[in-house]
């Protein structure tokens, strides 16, 4: 089986015949809010939101299953019907034959060419799609090139066909038919328009606001000849999406001005016969478009819209300007001994910026949610925000501290506007335990890259709802909640060390609703997570030697602070004592806290929670394999000290420097022994508990090996890779990323296109690709472990630790990036056995030799550090 192959170094790549594999999908999207997903037949859907979509809504197995997709019909003079798409029926059955059509896929950063070799005759199609950016224009192009190869003339008659499904996902299953019937179509001089009555829910019905329009027109600009608007005449009776009778007959045909009312809506352009001599071409432009009615009154007003790319002239320039912007916004980009993984690098470090666009729906396996981040989303994409593009990035993380309620808890949705959060996407009452821990993971390295000590004086508001006491109980009715505000400093402490008190049975901090494995969801009494009571130890000490930090700079020796933080100082606090004390809000009332007391307070916390899981939690398996137990069900019992692994149990414990080196190595000795799977792509997330753990998680009802039961879970095996860089395991640490690469970028095993996906299947595929944390924390990992780019306040650590094969024949190795808004093109030489930093220099001028920082104002465009 043939794979991708990366054509330049901007991480555009070809592959032959994608058609063959099940499951593919890639993202067309852009900030405008228009999110799509195109196969290689243009299947995939298109939307604005979970209650504007164009298409038809799909899941991953719609992919196969739905014939009602985007399509560009030729119908030749000999009557044979052929879709430049290759979704015809007649091309369908060739598939898996000698006479199925040659294909070519070739993918850029948020563009899609399908180039197409109809087998049988000689003619040749590419169609190429994106939603442009720079625009509030909320649509997708498409151009659709036909050439005659041959040496005969060829004639046939052309047909762009879209269903226009023009509303809420919702209605799939709800009221399908009957929405239909709100459906009112007008033609234009160019498409059809769409546009319902009302937006149907029986919880109260609304009038409709937006539009849908199907235009096109040929590439001169020329205009379709008649169209079809109702979807039932498209297909004719007995026809279907892929053998429909509208392209071969014309018939039903309407005109400009002619409306249908209350079918399926159906968006047919059908063009004049055209005739191709040998190795001449004529090309089509598509534009679909979603529109508020406020920006535009009628169809006519939408046709002005799309009419501004109706012709190969403004489309080319439009595609021109998407491949700049793209290369521009994703610029990151590293150097190594290794063509094929930069550009891989390439395509992750895009993908923290697809879920900005995309949230962490609307890709056909993210066929959950209605849209939006959740908290943890929120600040672990902050993290490649961060090191890509930092110009916005202070004021982003100032209003995400306003989801933080004053009892430590916090909304888990974030809402459509910036500092806008929702309690919960299902309006259930609960909380992650985690949540608390990415704030401060997020702000680290914010401030170590920038210096901005000053951003922890800033103020932010708290979150206020009738969720009070940590998720056990509800605020009355009658009750009134002050608005409440606080510094940051104020927000990351209350986060912090409430969760020090939310202890269990154990010693270690309740499950509760769940921790970053979602699935872990059913011990919410007597769960208790050690994994992630280690990572708070971690926080605490980072937070500690950031304050101690802030003193130095500012000169303060106290900060002012909530009177009722006081509660959480020490380890005595009656954690519900001081809910209720705030479950209506903060008081106003100040107190000036020493910064050293404040610091030795969490040093103090974490060494607590280090001895405590030193000394309960290490153990020896009947294999005679040591680790850590992470966890305990919902019965008070240790989930691993019966011979099981979770992987989360070691990251957490490795990163916060619980472990030690002895038991570092330990550790990855059980890893490699219980977890790894070199088929798989690497470490799986746990061991076969073969139990479904009703007293756990819903993800022991899992199949093992599928999402979190034992899965290649690619975002925790890279936070393990991180652990392990973090502690100097250079070469075991490339080994997580590394085989992560290696399997992802295999196609034969991956079946995905570049880039790092949720998880890999018991069969080595990767699925839930592109909406995932992994990236960011892959590339986390990659800029600040292996090429050893570390903030220090401002200026920059070179800590790499590349392995000889990761340097290229010259012995040379690099990354251009922003740091701090500044362009920098960093090349390490190599020059000896060493693996110290010899000299650095900037701008062709030597700064330092020996040392390893590089101060802020010495920051230059062109580095060059020496090894050896």
Not at 25 to 41: A, E, Q, R
Not at 154 to 180: C, E, L
Not at 355 to 376: A, E, N, Q, T
């Amino acid at each position: 089986m043939a794979g991708f192959e990366f054509i330049d170094n901007n991480g555009t790549f070809k592959i032959k015949d994608p058609d063959l594999q099940s499951y593919l999908y890639f993202p067309i999207g852009s900030t405008s809010g228009m999110m799509g997903s195109v196969t290689p037949d243009l299947g995939g859907d298109l939307k604005t939101s979970q209650n504007t979509f164009f298409l038809e809504p799909v899941s991953s197995d719609n992919l196969h299953n739905n014939r009602s997709t985007r399509n560009f019909w030729i119908a030749t003079d000999d009557g044979r019907l052929y879709s430049a798409t290759g979704a015809s029926a007649l091309q369908n059955s060739r598939k898996f034959t000698e006479e199925k059509d040659d294909l070519t896929i070739t993918c850029g950063l948020l563009w899609h060419s399908a180039e197409r070799l109809i087998n049988g005759t000689s003619i040749k199609t590419n169609v190429t799609s994106f939603v442009p950016v720079n625009t509030d224009d909320q649509v997708e192009l498409t151009k659709i090139t036909i050439t005659n190869t041959g040496s005969s003339d060829i004639t046939f008659t052309p047909t762009a066909a879209v269903p226009v499904y023009g509303r809420s996902a919702d209605n799939i299953r709800d009221h399908r038919n009957v929405t239909s019937m709100l459906n009112r179509m007008t033609v234009t001089e160019y498409g059809v328009v769409n546009d319902p009555t009302l937006t149907f829910d029986e919880r109260g019905h609304k009038l409709n606001t937006m539009l849908y329009g199907f235009f096109a027109a040929d590439g001169k600009g020329g205009k379709p000849v008649s169209f079809c608007p109702v979807a039932e005449d498209f297909i004719g009776e007995g026809g279907a999406f892929d053998n429909p009778r509208f392209p071969v007959t014309g018939t039903p045909s309407s005109r400009s001005g002619d409306k249908a009312n209350g079918f399926e809506a159906m968006g047919a352009a059908r063009f004049e016969k055209a005739m191709l001599k040998g190795g001449e071409s004529i090309s089509f432009v598509v534009v679909l478009a979603i529109a508020s009615k406020e920006s535009y009154k009628d169809p006519s007003s939408l046709e002005s819209l799309a009419s501004k790319y109706l012709n190969t002239e403004s489309f080319d320039k439009a595609l021109d300007d998407n491949r700049k912007y793209w290369i521009k916004k994703n610029n990151i980009r590293f150097r190594s001994g290794d063509k094929d993984f930069d550009n891989w690098m390439y395509w992750v470090a895009v993908q923290p910026i697809l879920r900005r666009i995309y949230g962490c729906s609307f890709l056909p396996h993210h066929d959950y949610g209605k849209g939006g981040r959740g908290w943890r989303d929120l600040w672990q994409d902050c993290l490649a925000l961060i090191i890509m593009d930092p110009s916005d990035v202070r004021q982003m993380l100032i209003d995400n501290f306003g989801g933080v309620r004053t009892d430590g808890t916090n909304a888990t949705i974030i809402g459509s506007g910036r500092g806008e959060f929702i309690a919960d996407r299902n309006g259930i009452t609960r909380v992650w335990m985690d949540h608390a821990m990415w704030p401060f993971m997020t702000m680290d390295l914010y401030i170590r890259q920038t210096g901005d000590l000053g951003i922890l004086d800033e103020t932010a508001p708290y979150f206020t709802d009738r969720q009070i006491k940590r998720g056990e109980a509800l605020l009355d009715a009658d009750s009134s909640i002050a608005a409440s505000s606080g510094s940051v400093i104020e927000h990351l402490l209350l986060q912090n060390l409430a969760a020090f008190f939310d202890i269990g049975e154990h010693g270690s901090m309740r499950l509760r609703g769940a921790d970053w494995n979602d699935a872990l969801d059913m011990a919410s009494h007597r769960g208790e997570s050690v994994a992630f009571t280690a990572a708070y130890a971690g926080n605490y000490r980072k937070l500690a030697a950031i304050l101690r930090k802030y003193g130095a700079k500012t000169g303060k020796t106290s900060v002012s602070l909530a009177s009722e933080l006081e509660m959480l100082l020490g380890t005595g606090c009656d954690l519900m004592a001081y809910c209720d004390k705030v479950k209506t809000g903060l008081s106003g009332d100040k107190k000036d806290y020493p910064v050293e007391d404040l610091a030795k307070d969490l040093e103090n916390k974490a060494e607590a929670i280090a001895k405590h899981i030193e000394e309960n939690e290490w153990f020896t398996d009947s294999e005679g394999y040591s680790r850590f137990n992470g966890y305990y069900d919902d019965n008070g019992r240790p989930l691993e000290k019966g011979g099981q692994m979770m992987l989360t149990s070691e990251v957490f414990t490795v990163m916060s420097g619980i472990a030690t080196d002895d038991q570092v190595a330990d550790i990855i000795k059980s890893a490699d022994h219980y977890l790894y799977s070199a088929e798989l792509g690497g470490y799986r997330l746990n061991t076969n508990f073969n139990e479904i753990k009703t007293d756990m998680g819903r993800m022991f009802g899992f199949s093992y090996g599928q999402k979190e039961n034992g899965a290649v879970f690619s975002h925790m095996a890279v936070m393990f890779g991180n652990a392990l860089y973090s502690r100097g395991y250079s070469e075991a640490g490339w080994k997580v990323i590394g085989s992560l690469y290696r399997h992802a970028n295999d196609f034969s095993s991956s079946r995905i296109y570049p880039g790092v996906p949720e998880y890999f299947d018991p069969r080595g595929r990767g699925v839930y690709h592109y909406l995932t944390g992994a990236a960011s924390w892959l590339m986390l990992t990659v800029l600040t472990e292996i090429f050893g780019v570390k903030g220090e306040f401002g200026s920059i650590r070179f800590e790499p630790q590349l392995l000889p094969e990761q340097f290229d024949s010259e012995g040379k190795a690099g990354v251009d990036f922003e740091f701090n808004g500044k362009p920098v093109s960093l090349t390490y030489r190599k020059s000896g056995e060493g693996s110290g930093i010899k000299s650095i220099t900037v701008d062709g001028v030597l700064v330092s030799e020996g040392t390893k920082i590089l101060p802020e104002e010495k920051i230059g465009q062109q580095i060059e550090v020496v090894i050896g």
